[in-house]
């Protein structure tokens, strides 16, 4: 290959700096596109990054409401059951109150009177032959062939008591 002369290298300047600038100018042209684009995906890829990430705390937020509603029911339904469990304890223990109480009454000077009176409503409720039994903790026992009828005195009370769950239940409702 020979080289070139001068001259033609004088010659060819122009061309050079033509080429030169044309291809600097496309380099920048396509570096500034490219840099265009760049923005643009790195702003979409940020976007993109936000709109999950709103998404997460939201699912993370519903995850975290449906979970405490559970506990929160959960820990209601415990109470409640701990409330009428100790209701039921004061319950218990006023009719085990109510039932000594009763037959204490067996021991007090007026029981007699009251034991004639249980006889005479035995036998007013199941007839004048209905055998009558003692019953230990006070009171009778009346019975016929088909009928039996419990007149003791822990019976009575608890009826009475059963009677008056609306009244007495303030006691433990409070």
């Known amino acids: 290959m020979s080289e070139l002369s001068e001259k033609a290298l004088d010659a060819l300047a122009p061309l050079r700096t033509y080429l030169t600038t044309t291809a600097q100018n496309d380099a920048n042209a396509a570096n500034h596109a490219a840099q ?100 230990p903790a006070g009171g009778i026992l009346v019975e016929t062939r088909s009928r039996r009828l419990d007149l003791s005195l822990p019976t009575i009370a608890t009826d009475v008591l059963d009677d008056m769950t ?3 239940s303030q006691l433990w409702m409070r």
């Open 36 to 135: 265009t684009q760049a923005n643009t995906l790195v702003t979409q890829a940020e976007s993109e990054r936000d709109r999950i990430i709103a998404e997460a705390v939201d699912e993370g937020k519903r995850t975290a409401q449906a979970a405490a509603n559970l506990t929160s029911a959960r820990v209601r339904r415990e109470a409640n059951e701990v409330v009428l469990s100790q209701r039921e304890e004061i319950r218990q223990r006023l009719r085990a109150t109510v039932e000594k109480t009763a037959s204490a009454v067996h021991a007090d000077e007026r029981y007699p009177r009251l034991r004639t009176r249980l006889v005479a409503r035995g036998h007013a409720l199941l007839g004048p032959d209905a055998a009558i039994s003692e019953i």
């Open 166 to 168: 609306a009244e007495v």
